[in-house]
Structure formats: structure tokens, C-alpha cells
DNA sequence: CTGTTAGCGCTTTCAG
DNA sequence: CTGAAAGCGCTAACAG
């Protein structure tokens, strides 16, 4: 790997002026410049990232913290993020907390390390050390999916799909509606979404039955044991049931499938998220579109306003969602 | 952001000697190196990364090459290279191609400049170009998924893959089986999986009639098209069509039912990837699961050994496959 | 056991 | 328009 200094010297120049034609900074002769530039075509020259980073504390890259990184929901992130970082030309260093809570807050302190420029965190929770790590980061930094008061959010609008999806149950006729969430340390996926639902069948004069209430563990395994716990200890068996995650559907309608019971006929059923099986499980589910690749863009766009223009308020972001009607109701 | 500097005279010493603690080289006497770490736990002091590779060449991190970052081929393959690499203390720094292949070039560079430590590339494709840009990096590289010989290669079985899942039709009885491909260009996917389906047929003296074999493109929508043209320009209708991918054999199944056709009795159907929409689709999809996390693991694996090592001669390894039989044959 | 010195590759004043 | 010099934060001989 060569280095400016060669250049400069095979250019016979300094190289401060090697360096004012890479940066085109400040006033180069035509031939000089044109001189360099051959040499640095011939030679293949590039710029080490590190030494310039080392003088100018930039560095071009973001660094984007994910709960899991093979979810659905995170490459659709990461595609929206990454579609406008690439572009400004940011790349995208990777942290993959796999939900252990623990590491993000490590790796918010590596990222710092790296001088990164910025970080997008998709949190999952929101703890009292967390907010505090993130208080006393320098670094832009915006936080996907958990509102957190200091910094630039993207909300997704987990209060109202829940309300919007209770409220489909139930101009479709629907009074026992239950619920399959997780647990509430998770305020968007599990405090929010509950609280849209009790306050929907509320306001609607709907009484909910403690047992129509269950949790599980964001996956299809859990989603099937808690369907089944609704079904074996409810007194009152519902007519609908609303899970808060596709997966988590998908697992209640393995069960119910298992049972001998018709969808949507013996029991209307419902998710959040838009995952691609979504489509595929028989009768297609109703879910909610997040848009997650949205919520990408908006995130990697708020980060680099943030990094350029250097200005602190933070600014929140709530996205839209779409309901998905589909043969599961 | 505090420097090595300010620690040394907070704490009374020279800069070498926090770096000794630092690196635990080198005596350092006991009470001089506690005063050093009570310097920094107090200031919380971090070492920069930056001027740390500046010095070393060594940066922790690693590139990954993706052709298109939200597909679950590659958020498994992701998820298994961090897997082992985040246990190594390295950390990913991702670049998607977004299946322009030119940009496989620059980022190849880029990650030069940016001094990673190794580069792992999921290439959909090889030319001369690229593999003249592969031999002229000096940072050790592993090729997934294509055969490149000069790198080390983690490999899936195509061929034989393709072999397993043609064989299992004729066993089942079937002699007229379609095929749909993907551009030959990409060899594994591409030319290999056909020129197994071939071999197998040729193997067992049935005769492809020219319209059996159709072209797709990675999506399900392509699928449906190529169906489409299988069932209305063949003079002879096949009983069981190949798909090299799940997606294309997705959009196939919708063809098929939407024209009424019973599966598998009308029309066995099989795809490879053992992606999750290949679970629920109707009837379930039979299907090769190529197990991207550990092919992730295996490429990481290499890597970190060559980087270790500082070894070159390159390793290839062919992965197993697992043939899915579901009820869809 | 500890410090001095040099230098990694680059940018940025400050003088010409 | 161009160059000299200083310095970013760190590590690694080499001397003590």
C-alpha cells in the first residue's frame, strides 16, 4: 500500500499538494494536478481511511445496533438504512446485540471507539442505564422503535395499529376478542400494543376475560402455547384473537389448525409486522405494514441531518401503518 | 474524548506505560499500573481505534459483501459470520452490492482503504474483472457461494443438490420434469443447478423438451411468468416442474392453483433455499435447506484462521445439503 | 520496571 | 500556486 508520501515523491511534489488534489482543497497548477493524478491512476493510490479519520475525526461510517440480526424486520431496517447511507457514502458497521441488553450498551461504548458518526440504535426496551449510556454519548445518535426522550426517534405507531386491528374485530361483529403479547419491558411491542387493545374493547363496552390475556416470546413456538393456554383455561372461549406478532399468529394458528377449528369462522385472527409468511399461512393473516424499510430511511436520513447541519434537538418521527385486510378475519 | 496523553499525566506516568496497561505487555509495576487503571475507570477512557490501526494495521473489523441485504439467504449468512466473529472480538462492516455487480469492485477497494482485516464476498457471479481484483487484494478474502480459485471458497453443493432433487421426482415416478432457472451467468445458481438437472435427466434416458426449461429472476412474480410459460407453449405437459429457487416455485404454485391444478397430484413442485415461506405455502414446498448460518460460520471460520495464520494457500469447502421432502411431490 | 524517541499516513496552518 | 512543519493518538524499539 502506498502511501501519500511516495506519491508526492514520484509526482515531484509535496505532499501537501498530493493532498489538495485528493481533497481538491485550496489552488493546484493544471499540470502539477495533472501530474499527480497520473501517478496516483498508475500506482492505484488510495488515502488511508484511518490516518485521515485520525486528523479530520470523520470516518464515514454509522454504526447500527440490532436486537437480531436475521429477523425480517431487521434486513428490512438495514436495507432502508443502508439505501440512504450508501448513497451519502456511509457504510454500515454492524452490532448485533442478539438480545442480550447488556451489549448495548457495550457496544454504544465500541462504536465510540471507532469514532463512528453516528449510530442508530433499534432498541427493545428501554432501561434507566441504557437512556443514561445513550445521555452521555457525543454522537449523533437516533433511536428506531422506543421512545427515548434526549435523542431523535422513529416511532412506529404501536397504539393506534392495536386500536386499529381490535377495532376491525369489531365492526366485524366480534365481542370476545383475546390477546397474545409479550412481555411489557418491551413498551412498543408489549406495553403499547396491550394498552391499544384493553382501550379499544374498553371504550367499546367490551369486557375482557383475564385468561384471554397471554404472552409469549416473539417466536412461533411461543405463539402456539399461548393460544393453547387461551383455549384450554377460558370459560368463555373468544371468537378473535389478535397477537402482536405474525410469528406469534402464526404459531396460534398452528394450534387452532391442530383443534379442527376454521379461520375465520370459528375464530378470526390477526398479527402485526407484514412478514412475508404472512402471505403464505392458509387463510392469509391480517396484519399491520410497519414499513420497516421506511422506518430505515427516516432514521439514516434524520442521522445525517443531524451529523451535517451538527444541531441537537432531537426530533421524533412517528410512521404511518397500513392495515392488511386479509382472509384471516 | 480523553487521549493516552492526558491519562499518562493524570496518572504520572509516561504515555508507554498506559499503553503497557493497556495491552498488558511489558512489566508494569503494580501500584504505578492500579493509579493507571483508577485514571481510567474514572475518566472512562477509551483508546482510539483509529490511531491504534494506524499504527498496528489492525482494525478488528471485517467486510462482508452482500448482493442484496434483505433476503434471508443473507441475513442467515450474516448471522452465522457474526456469530463467529463478534466471539473474536471483530465486528462487521457491511457493504451491499444491491446486485450491481460493478459495485462488487469498489467495495472491494473500499474496504481496502478502509484497512479491514479480512473481506468475505457472497458473490452472485464471476468475471475476469472481478477475479483480477480479487488477486490484486492483499487482505485475506473468502469467496461465498461461486468458485474462485485462488481464494478460499466456501461452496453449497449445486450440482449435486439439483441431482437430489430431480432423482427424487423420477423415483416418485415422474419422467416429464420442467425446469425453471436463473441466468447461467450466475454459475452456481444459474448453470450448475441446470446442468444437474440435465445430467440427472440424460442419466436416466428422459428426454427435456426445450420449452420445460424457462429463466427467471430471483422473484416470485418471475415464477408465475415462467409457469406460465411452461404450461402454455409445451406441446407436452410435465408432471413436475424444478425450481431453483423457492421464490420462483412459490410463483409457480400461484399459477398452478390459480388455473386449478392439485398439488402435487396435477403437478409435483420443488425449490431449493428451505426458505420460511417454503413452510407455509399450500401445500408445504419441497425444498434443499442449504443451512446459510453455517456456510457463515465456515467462511468466518476460514477467515479468521488465514487471518491468524497469515496463511495462503486457499481452502475450499463444499457444504452439505439436506433435501426437504414435503408434501409438495 | 519505566521513559524517550520515532513514526504510522494524513491534513492543516502558516509562510513563502 | 506550493511547501515546511506540526500534530492527530497510539505503539514499539531502545535505553536506561
Not at 376491525?168 to 409479550?182: D, M, R
Request: hydrophobic fraction near 40%.
Amino acid at each position: 500500500m502506498a502511501t501519500i508520501k511516495e506519491i508526492a515523491d514520484m509526482a515531484n511534489v509535496s505532499r501537501t499538494t498530493v493532498s489538495r488534489v485528493l481533497n481538491d482543497s485550496g489552488y493546484v497548477s493544471k499540470d502539477v494536478r495533472q501530474r499527480i493524478m497520473k501517478v496516483i491512476e498508475e500506482t492505484g493510490y488510495v488515502p488511508s481511511e484511518h490516518a485521515k479519520s485520525l486528523r479530520t475525526k470523520k470516518t464515514k461510517v454509522i454504526g447500527v445496533i440490532l436486537p437480531k440480526i436475521s429477523t425480517e424486520t431487521s434486513s428490512r431496517l438495514v436495507a432502508g438504512i443502508d439505501d440512504i447511507l450508501s448513497e451519502k457514502g456511509y457504510q454500515i458497521l454492524l452490532a448485533n446485540t442478539n438480545l442480550d441488553q447488556e451489549k448495548e450498551l457495550e457496544f454504544i461504548k465500541l462504536l465510540k471507539v471507532r469514532q463512528v458518526d453516528g449510530i442508530i440504535l433499534t432498541a427493545t426496551n428501554v432501561n434507566e442505564r441504557l437512556v443514561q449510556q445513550i445521555n452521555k454519548t457525543d454522537i449523533p445518535l437516533i433511536v428506531i422503535g422506543q421512545e427515548v426522550d434526549s435523542v431523535s426517534n422513529v416511532l412506529y405507531d404501536d397504539y393506534h395499529a392495536a386500536r386499529a386491528v381490535v377495532s376491525l374485530f369489531i365492526q366485524k361483529g366480534h365481542e370476545a376478542i383475546s390477546f397474545i403479547g409479550v412481555d411489557e419491558s418491551d413498551v412498543a411491542v408489549g406495553h403499547l400494543r396491550k394498552k391499544g387493545y384493553i382501550d379499544e374493547m374498553t371504550q367499546h363496552g367490551l369486557t375482557v376475560e383475564d385468561t384471554w390475556i397471554q404472552k409469549g416470546i416473539f417466536d412461533i413456538e411461543s405463539g402456539y402455547e399461548a393460544m393453547k393456554k387461551i383455549i384450554e383455561t377460558s370459560t368463555h372461549t373468544p371468537t378473535a384473537i389478535f397477537a402482536v406478532t405474525d410469528r406469534l399468529a402464526v404459531g396460534a394458528i398452528n394450534y387452532l389448525k391442530e383443534k379442527g377449528y376454521q379461520i375465520p369462522e370459528d375464530m378470526a385472527i390477526a398479527g402485526i409486522g407484514a412478514s412475508e409468511i404472512s402471505q403464505y399461512v392458509n387463510p392469509p393473516l391480517t396484519t399491520v405494514d410497519y414499513q420497516n424499510e421506511a422506518a430505515g430511511k427516516a432514521a439514516a436520513k434524520l442521522l445525517i441531518e443531524s451529523i451535517e447541519t451538527n444541531k441537537k434537538e432531537p426530533k421524533k418521527i412517528t410512521l404511518d401503518y397500513r392495515l392488511l385486510v386479509r382472509d384471516s378475519v
